[in-house]
T-cell receptor
């Protein structure tokens, strides 16, 4: 298993600004994932972050809007840039350790509100 | 691409049995997982089926039929604490990532 923490837990931001979300894992992991979840909705994968390489983004998500850093095997950041109210959501990081990454452990999430 | 369909909501009483179905259309299918998420909480892993058949973990069981592109999560002896959203998710052989279904909200009544 893995214990994952995220900072901040929630934030209210003004449109046009940027927010960086941090994700810390208590063990070294190869792959980390960033998701977005609207309240009451499903999880949508934003990108996969490997240590030492560029993140791989899913369709509809671009690096300029959601830059990701992965400086080591226990830490990653996701930045939501030039925010608009449509970016209001819960952002979750996760790590996959077992069963070919089908078993993922999630952080508590960051609830973002953009005014 | 991948898509997973599951019912949006199920209501049942304590002690009952609930089956949440999940049908999928995927390329490079690599197993079906199930996650539970309580309101305001993070998703937590429940089970994973890589092969056809039934996997049992306490009160919860999960089933997969690859030939039918179908799986289900069975919740037995329902308890109030089982009120939550349940998501099926499929893995891909390439890319090591999950695609989630829309989620099923289970409401357990006394």
């Amino acid at each position: 298993s893995a214990v994952i923490s995220q900072k901040p837990s929630r934030d209210i931001c003004q449109r046009g600004t940027s927010l960086t979300i941090q994700c810390q894992v208590d063990s070294q992991v190869t792959m980390m994932f960033w998701y977005r979840q609207q309240p009451g909705q499903s999880l949508t994968l934003i990108a996969t972050a490997n240590q030492g390489s560029e993140a791989t983004y899913e369709s509809g998500f671009v690096i300029d809007k959601f830059p990701i850093s992965r400086p080591n095997l226990t830490f990653s950041t996701l930045t939501v840039s030039n925010m608009s109210p449509e970016d209001s959501s819960i952002y979750l990081c996760s790590v996959g350790i077992a069963r070919s990454y089908n078993e993922q452990f999630f952080g508590p999430g960051t609830r973002l509100t953009v005014l | 691409g991948q898509s997973l369909e599951q019912p949006s909501e199920v209501t049942a009483v304590e002690g009952a049995i609930v089956q949440i179905n999940c049908t999928y259309q995927t390329s490079g299918f690599y197993g079906l997982s199930w996650y539970q998420q309580h309101d305001g909480g993070a998703p937590t892993f429940l089970s994973y089926n890589a092969l056809d058949g039934l996997e049992e973990t306490g009160r919860f069981s999960s089933f997969l039929s690859r030939s039918d592109s179908y799986g289900y999560l069975l919740l037995q002896e329902l308890q109030m604490k089982d009120s939550a959203s349940y998501f099926c998710a499929s893995g891909q052989a390439a890319g090591n990532k999950l695609t989630f279904g829309g989620g099923t909200r289970v409401l357990v009544k006394p």
